[in-house]
């Protein structure tokens, strides 16, 4: 069963950093893309960054571009979300996606939700002073 399981959310001040992790439960990232996506309470789930197993290419959202890192390790067939400087607008429930992908069109911008096929539960980010 193809599973993603984030974890690595919890309480940050501003200006702090958290790291996420995404385990691919039952798929290889070899075949495919992975997104993170947020959600604040009130608000739309959107896109936050997605790498693309086809050529590693990454996009983020504006909102995060220089503050945000996502990587993947084959090896360890996990995806990580590096998050600096930490704004208490950050704060949200943050999910992981996967969307198998042969052609790169899964992650070719910031991610959509309608573009991924499988969802994790999500982890909690709170940036608070």
């Known amino acids: 069963q193809v599973q993603p399981v984030e974890s690595g959310g919890g309480l940050v001040q501003p200006g702090g950093s958290l790291r996420l992790s995404c385990e691919a439960s039952?798929?290889?990232?070899?075949?495919?893309?992975v997104g993170w996506f947020r959600q604040a309470p009130g608000k739309e789930r959107e896109g936050v960054s997605c790498i693309s197993n086809v050529d590693g290419s990454s996009y983020y959202a504006d909102s995060v571009k220089g503050r945000f890192t996502i990587s993947s390790d084959n090896a360890k067939n996990t995806v990580y979300l590096e998050m600096n400087s930490l704004k208490p607008e950050d704060t949200a429930v943050y999910y992981c996606?996967?969307?198998?992908?042969?052609?790169?069109?899964?992650?070719?911008?910031?991610?959509?939700?309608?573009?991924?096929?499988?969802w994790g539960l999500g982890t909690q980010v709170t940036v608070s002073s």
């Open positions: 039952g798929f290889t990232l070899e075949w495919y893309s």
């Open positions: 996606a996967a969307g198998p992908d042969v052609s790169g069109l899964v992650c070719s911008d910031v991610p959509i939700v309608g573009a991924y096929d499988y």
